[in-house]
């Protein structure tokens, strides 16, 4: 069945440096690629959004990379700030479909480091 | 504009008991997921409803089961609780299907 795998599961990074969690995916009809923000006891909060016609996109800090081909996208989290550590989930989709639902991924735990 | 309301927010049940959890979506949202969230599995998707009409379902048993009412309010129901069903049941709606969806604050069930 569908699934999608995200790696690492857990990640310290030092303040300042850069962050990125991947993420692949088996459903080649998948074409809309959501990334998530937990923060601990709070509800998972979009933070980016990709759709397949797109390879890249950026929105400040973050960035988000597609690799349809691969099945591959990526998070980046340039210049980490303490407010950043959360939980990230990605997630992948095919809207509209009749038979889509959306499968996260396991989710990882980002920590940054004072 | 008020965000994705979920009642209640903490449940405590007992094993063999049913359940009934709410969601009132984002005005104007049509789409409503539902997701349980363990520690050990992450979000796991049950189903989603557009419209009034049940568009898929996860892998979970019959006795989860969801309905949408015409306002796009959504209830989802857990018949003969098990001690695995305690985790946060989370509801997300969306304009349209899965696209930018909204999480609520989630209902902590817990089964004893």
């Known amino acids: 069945g569908e699934n999608v795998e995200q790696h690492p599961s857990t990640l310290s990074v030092q303040e300042g440096d850069s962050a990125v969690i991947k993420c692949t995916y088996s459903d080649s009809a998948s074409n809309y690629f959501p990334w998530y923000k937990q923060e601990l006891g709070k509800r998972p909060q979009l933070i980016i959004d990709?759709?397949?016609?797109?390879g890249e996109k950026k929105d400040q800090r973050i960035a988000v990379t597609l690799n349809k081909t691969a099945k591959h996208f990526s998070l980046h989290i340039t210049e980490t700030q303490p407010e950043d550590s959360a939980v990230y989930f990605c997630?992948?989709?095919?809207?509209?479909?009749?038979?889509?639902?959306?499968?996260f991924g396991s989710g990882t735990r980002l920590s940054i480091r004072p | 504009k008020a965000g994705v309301t979920q009642t209640p927010r903490y449940l405590i049940k007992t094993r063999g008991q049913q359940v009934t959890l709410s969601c009132s979506p984002i005005?104007?949202?049509?789409?409503v997921s539902w997701y349980q969230q363990t520690p050990g599995q992450g979000l796991q998707f049950l189903f989603e409803?557009?419209?009034?009409?049940?568009?898929n379902k996860g892998n979970f048993p019959g006795r989860f089961s969801g309905r949408q009412f015409s306002n796009s309010r959504s209830e989802m129901n857990v018949s003969t609780l098990e001690l695995g069903d305690s985790a946060l049941y989370l509801c997300?709606?969306?304009?349209?299907?899965?696209?930018?969806?909204?999480f609520g604050q989630g209902t902590r069930l817990t089964v004893v």
């Open positions: 990709i759709r397949s016609n797109v």
């Open positions: 997300a709606s969306s304009l349209a299907p899965e696209i930018k969806a909204f």
């Open positions: 005005s104007g949202h049509r789409s």
């Open positions: 997630a992948a989709s095919s809207p509209y479909s009749s038979a889509s639902k959306i499968i």
């Open positions: 409803y557009f419209s009034e009409t049940q568009r």
